[in-house]
């Protein structure tokens, strides 16, 4: 059972940036601002609901990859063991926060909202830093060379077409 809310922290933060904080946004949008109905494409539309539901789908099978992979959580305070590199990891470094900014700015596209496409820019932009103030530094710290190698051949957002399989 430990191991159960252990990981269960792990969706937390995910899922306050992926769909609590976008719904207030749009609650906020539509009804704080009084913003009026605005017409959208339907294929706008459709085409967010499809990005947003890729987005959603890639970020829960991240997060459980990186539970079942990396021996610990996505969470600074409780970080994995184990240097995860395998199956989406080894296309890009962050799939993770990649997958929560895709289903981010299909959110934006769906709801036709400048709010949600704002928070999908600040946690790029955010993130970015944290990644080269932060975590990368830790990462090097923790794994040494084996990172150093993974982190020159694995981009950190655009993925890669083919998945990198150390020597």
């Known amino acids: 059972m430990k191991n159960f809310w252990r990981h269960l922290s792990s969706f ?3 899922a306050m940036l992926g ?9 906020a ?4 601002f009084a913003r009026p109905a605005l017409t959208t494409s339907i294929y706008l539309r ?4 499809l990005v947003g539901g890729i987005g959603l789908i890639l970020l829960i099978l991240t997060i459980r990859m990186f539970i079942l992979l990396g021996d610990g959580t996505i969470m600074p305070w409780d970080p994995s063991r184990k240097l995860v590199i395998a ?9 993770m926060i990649l997958s929560l900014i895709i289903l981010q700015a299909g959110e934006a596209f769906l709801f036709r909202s400048p709010g949600i496409a704002l928070l999908a820019v600040l946690n790029f932009a955010v993130n970015t830093i944290y990644f080269i103030a932060s975590e990368e530094p830790g990462l090097e710290k923790r794994f ?3 990172y150093r190698e993974y982190r020159k051949n694995v981009p950190r ?3 890669r077409l083919t998945p990198w399989h150390p020597a």
């Open 29 to 32: 949008e539509n009804v704080k």
């Open 144 to 146: 040494g060379d084996e």
């Open 46 to 49: 459709i085409l967010g609901a």
């Open 12 to 14: 937390i933060a995910p």
């Open 157 to 159: 957002w655009i993925p």
């Open 87 to 95: 199956n989406m990891y080894a296309y890009v470094r962050n799939p």
């Open 19 to 27: 769909l609590v904080i976008p719904w207030v946004i749009v609650w």
